[in-house]
């Protein structure tokens, strides 16, 4: 099983800064099959990012991931109020596993 | 667009039978692009993927869970489900279903809202 450990826990930030989310796995996901979620408090996950770095439909173009091997990272380049909320990283190169979770809240 | 809610009991009690089911409106469960997922969120666990099914009937299960876990399609209701067996505190969640794109091990690009299910006596 590959273990996805999520980094910081919580990023206290305001409007329009930039955030950097990070995840780290446990070994190397092949061909970039990591995803990243945004959940509201109360709602189901959404998909904000697949294959490392595509944008969901729909998704703002503030919203950007990067990363290969262990290492990658979501950037939310300026925070909008509806950002703030809680981001999982997931990995699906091999049976799925998710990430604990980073939570962005305002500063 | 596609849509997944999800029913079933609120409670059950320890050492019983959860029993799930999954309704997909908006597209077709017979789908060939599709697999239909079930995650449960947890605070203690986390979001915890258990099982997949294509509409074949072929499943995939998290081998953690495999022992008590049966996952099935009904296509002619447009419904998967899921029966975990021998449910004790450590099953209580959110149960989300969800479809994932062309593989099992695939990202989720649909989730339906969750039901919360309580193990208690």
């Known amino acids: 099983e590959i273990v996805l450990t999520q980094s910081p826990g919580t990023l206290s930030l305001s409007p329009g800064e930039r955030a950097t989310l990070s995840c780290r796995a446990s070994?190397?996901?092949?061909?970039?099959?990591l995803a990243w979620y945004q959940q509201n408090f109360g709602q189901a996950p959404r998909l904000l990012i697949y294959?490392?770095?595509n944008r969901a439909t729909g998704i703002p173009d503030r919203f950007s991931g990067s990363g290969s091997g262990t290492d990658f990272t979501l950037t939310i380049s300026r925070l909008e109020p509806e950002d703030f909320a809680v981001y999982y990283c997931?990995?699906?190169?091999?049976?799925?596993?998710f990430g604990q979770g980073t939570k962005v809240e305002i500063k | 667009q596609l849509q997944l809610q999800e029913s079933g009991p609120g409670l059950v009690k320890p050492s019983e039978t959860l029993p799930l089911t999954c309704t997909v409106s908006?597209?077709?469960?017979?789908?060939?692009?599709?697999?239909w997922a079930w995650i449960r969120q947890s605070p203690g666990k986390g979001l915890e993927w258990i099982g997949s099914?294509?509409?074949?009937?072929?499943?995939y299960y998290n081998p953690s869970l495999k022992s008590r876990l049966t996952i099935s399609v009904d296509t002619s209701k447009d419904q998967f489900s899921l029966k975990l067996s021998s449910v004790t505190a450590a099953d209580t969640a959110v149960y989300h279903c969800?479809?994932?794109?062309?593989?099992?091990?695939?990202?989720?690009?649909?989730w339906g809202k969750g039901t919360t299910v309580t193990v208690s006596s």
């Open positions: 969800a479809s994932q794109l062309y593989s099992p091990n695939s990202y989720i690009d649909v």
């Open positions: 908006g597209g077709s469960i017979s789908s060939t692009s599709h697999y």
């Open positions: 099914i294509y509409y074949s009937g072929t499943t």
């Open positions: 070994q190397s996901i092949s061909s970039s099959f």
């Open positions: 294959a490392t770095s």
């Open positions: 997931q990995q699906y190169d091999l049976s799925p596993t």
